[in-house]
C-alpha cells in the first residue's frame, strides 16, 4: 500500500500537486504584480474605467496566491517565497512600464490563458489523486477566469 500524507493522499501525487501548484503560485504572482503596475501607470481616455478594473483584478490575485499556498501546506510542502523562483519559475513574463490600455489588457488575457493551461493540468493531477479539495480549487479558479477572458476580451474587440 502506498504511503499518504496528513490528508490521506499518496505522498508522490501530494509532491506532484505541490510541484505544480508552486509553478501555479509563480505565475499568479507575476500576474499580480504586473497588475499593479497596470493599476499604477494606465494612462489615456479609460483611466477610471481601467485603473478600478487593475484593482479588482490585483485583490482578486492577491486571495488566489493565498489560497493556493496554503494548499500547498495543506498538501504537506513549502510554497515557493522568492521572486527570484516566481519569475524563474512562471510562464506569465513581467509586464514592464506599460501604460496603454490596450496593451495591458491583452497582457492580462494572455495572463488568464496561461494560468488557465497549469489550473488544467493541476485539475488533472488532482482527479488522479482523488484530491478533491485542489480539484474545487482549480475549477473555480478555471470557471472564474474563463469568464474573465471573455470580458476583457471582449474590450479589445
Known amino acids: 500500500m502506498a504511503q499518504t500524507n496528513q490528508i490521506g493522499i ?3 501525487q501530494a509532491q506532484q ?3 505544480r501548484l508552486n509553478i501555479l503560485l509563480a505565475n499568479l504572482q ?3 504584480i504586473n497588475a499593479r503596475g497596470f493599476h499604477w501607470n494606465i494612462t489615456g481616455e479609460k ?3 481601467l ?3 487593475f484593482e479588482e483584478l490585483y485583490n482578486d490575485l492577491l486571495i488566489k496566491v493565498d489560497e493556493v499556498a496554503e494548499r500547498i501546506l495543506t ?3 513549502t510554497p515557493t517565497h522568492s521572486f527570484t523562483e516566481y519569475v524563474q519559475r512562471s510562464s506569465i513574463q513581467e509586464a514592464i512600464n506599460v501604460s496603454e ?3 495591458a489588457v491583452q497582457l492580462i488575457v494572455e495572463g488568464f490563458q496561461s494560468l488557465l493551461l497549469t489550473e488544467r493540468d493541476i485539475l488533472h493531477l488532482a482527479g488522479e489523486a482523488n484530491d478533491e479539495g485542489t480539484s474545487a480549487l482549480m475549477s473555480d479558479y478555471i470557471r472564474q477566469q474563463e469568464k474573465m477572458i471573455w470580458m476583457y476580451g471582449s474590450y479589445l474587440k
Open 10 to 12: 499518496v505522498t508522490e
Open 17 to 19: 500537486l505541490s510541484d
Open 30 to 32: 507575476v500576474f499580480y
Open 47 to 49: 483611466f477610471f474605467e
Open 51 to 53: 485603473h478600478a478594473k
Open 75 to 77: 498538501l504537506g510542502y
Open 101 to 103: 490600455g490596450k496593451q
